[in-house]
């Protein structure tokens, strides 16, 4: 799938589509979207006399080409729609690409269907969408680079890995963390942005991040993989579920390595087949030797069992994450 940036290059080359089919996890792409078609259109992305934001889940279909082929002014036809939660019309997918196949001249529509859903149901098999959720990994540290650049501010390497690792994948977040983190008083010191600062505003000490957890599970010492998780649960009011998806991830990543051959690939082909890169590869690459894989294997099954009980029981989830580490280094 194209990414958004395929859609902002297109656009700014005045190539606009009237009708586009987009995935998306947040909200951050579509928005900037709706600016930029907003720019090119009707000349400033601040306009919203011609701009209709719906959702699916509110708009019966009928309104929704009731809008598209009715006048938007007295003075323009042209108009912009973003509908989203689009796969609300699951039932009725094919009168709307039936409908839409004929797109009204002065109508520029956007489809907008959660990432999930569209996977789910293969969507992307039938239908060519821009994918707003992600972005090549490259293009992301850029992206992340060039966000900082922005604001007149410049990030180390190590301190952009460690953010872009230690946010959830959404660029909702992603950006609100980079606006948080710009608002630091340099005072008279460059502003430079180093992992040290990248700790200190994801709320983790360097000596009780989860990264430190992970090593000293792997390295079975069990007296500061507890301390750590009782500063990153109690101190640090850590979310389990998030805590236990990074947990899960190193292990995947421990796993992958177990695969023949890994050790010796190049790091292009990491990122390509495992969506490996930077410390993650270097983790898995020192440490992988030391579990064998009936034991990685065990583990995991206990970080899923974890993830249910989480998820639908009423346990105590502080109780359920520190057995879990229990688990984990016994294992």
Not at 44 to 57: G, K, P, T, V
Not at 63 to 76: G, K, R, T, V, W
Not at 298 to 303: L, P, R
């Amino acid at each position: 799938m194209k990414t958004f940036l395929d859609f902002q290059t297109e656009v700014n080359a005045g190539k606009v589509g009237n009708v586009y089919f987009v995935a998306a996890s947040d909200g951050y792409f579509v928005q900037k979207a709706s600016e930029l078609l907003r720019e090119k259109l009707f000349g400033s992305s601040e306009s919203r006399d011609n701009f209709f934001l719906r959702y699916a889940d509110d708009t019966l279909l009928n309104e929704l080409f009731d809008l598209c082929s009715n006048f938007a002014s007295l003075f323009s036809s042209q108009k912009i729609i973003i509908l989203k939660k689009c796969e609300k019309y699951s039932r009725k997918l094919s009168e709307l690409r039936e409908f839409v196949k004929k797109p009204e001249a002065d109508t520029y529509l956007m489809l907008v269907f959660d990432k999930e859903y569209i996977l789910e149901k293969k969507l992307d098999k039938e239908i060519d969408f821009y994918d707003f959720s992600e972005l090549p990994q490259r293009t992301l540290y850029e992206w992340v680079r060039k966000e900082f650049e922005n604001r007149h501010m410049q990030i180390k390497n190590d301190a952009l890995e460690l953010l872009i690792t230690s946010v959830p994948s959404s660029f909702d977040l992603l950006i609100s963390e980079i606006e948080k983190i710009s608002n630091y008083d340099f005072s008279a010191s460059e502003p430079v942005i180093t992992k040290e600062l990248i700790l200190q505003f994801t709320g983790y000490d360097k000596e009780y991040s989860p990264d430190e957890l992970i090593y000293s599970i792997v390295k079975k010492d069990r007296k500061k993989a507890y301390t750590i998780i009782d500063n990153l649960l109690n101190s640090k009011g850590l979310n389990e579920i998030y805590l236990l998806s990074i947990i899960s991830n190193y292990y995947m990543d421990l796993i992958s390595f177990k695969s023949k051959g890994l050790d010796a690939m190049d790091t292009r082909l990491l990122y390509q087949k495992y969506r490996l890169w930077g410390d993650r590869v270097k983790f898995a690459k020192n440490y992988h030797k030391l579990i064998n894989i009936q034991s990685l294997e065990q583990s995991f099954e206990k970080i899923l069992n974890t993830d249910k009980k989480l998820k639908t029981s009423m346990l105590d989830s502080k109780i359920l994450m520190t057995s879990l580490v229990e688990e984990l280094i016994n294992a």
